[in-house]
């Protein structure tokens, strides 16, 4: 009988990507909270890496495998193999939206394509590694959200000094937030699947959103 009620593989995998789908649902209901019940209307959008393996093992990481998962971490200036993670927080740092994908993708190439739900007339802040005035224009125009990103030295569209000094700050309060959540997990995340180790990441900044608004 015990080995009857045991799940096999494939029963496995499906309540794992219903608990995926079950835990992001409720990140998104709480992010929904704060953006539409509690009128916020500034956001910040920041990525952050999170290795699956070190470097040195990565031929013999069974967890993922392919050239897209090696990324490079400009802060700490090192490559490194995994995801990245991309995080929308209120101006109080509190995560309301987040997005996973393969190390080496751009943070401007990612906005493209990552959902968000964001209300009408409201601004996004990020670094300028989100640099993309195509995007900006198509951003103010089809979704009525403004994207204030912060400027290069060779930038065509330069800001102000009140204006860059505004979009710094902004940029140090997820920088808090994504530092807090790193804090929160371990040096090595154990999992033996994909799914698992994204799963786990949710939990991760769940808990600090949780742990937030508390």
């Avoid at 953006?35 to 031929?59: A, G, L, Q, T, W």
């Avoid at 800001?159 to 860059?164: H, I, L, N, R, S």
């Avoid at 309060?173 to 530092?179: E, G, K, R």
């Amino acid at each position: 009988m015990l080995f009857d009620s045991m799940l096999n593989k494939s029963g496995f995998t499906k309540r794992l990507h219903k608990l995926k789908e079950l835990l992001m649902n409720i990140f998104f209901t709480i992010g929904r909270i704060f953006k539409y019940i509690h009128c916020e209307m500034e956001y910040i959008i920041d990525s952050f890496p999170v290795k699956v393996c070190h470097n040195i093992r990565i031929k013999r990481c069974k967890l993922v495998k392919g050239e897209e998962y090696r990324g490079y971490n400009a802060s700490k200036r090192e490559y490194f193999y995994g995801f990245k993670v991309q995080l929308i927080t209120t101006k109080e740092g509190i995560p309301v939206e987040m997005y996973f994908v393969e190390g080496k993708e751009h943070d401007s190439q990612i906005l493209q394509r990552m959902y968000h739900d964001l209300p009408a007339e409201s601004s996004l802040y990020g670094d300028s590694g989100y640099t993309d005035y195509q995007l900006e224009d198509l951003f103010k125009e089809t979704e009525q959200v403004e994207l204030k990103i912060t400027r290069k030295k060779n930038s065509k569209r330069k800001d102000k000094p009140y204006v860059a000094y505004i979009k710094e700050a902004m940029r140090k309060i997820i920088v808090t937030s994504i530092s807090q959540i790193t804090n929160l997990m371990p040096r090595h995340i154990n999992a033996v699947t994909a799914n698992g180790f994204i799963i786990k990441l949710i939990l991760f900044v769940m808990a600090f959103q949780i742990k937030s608004i508390i």
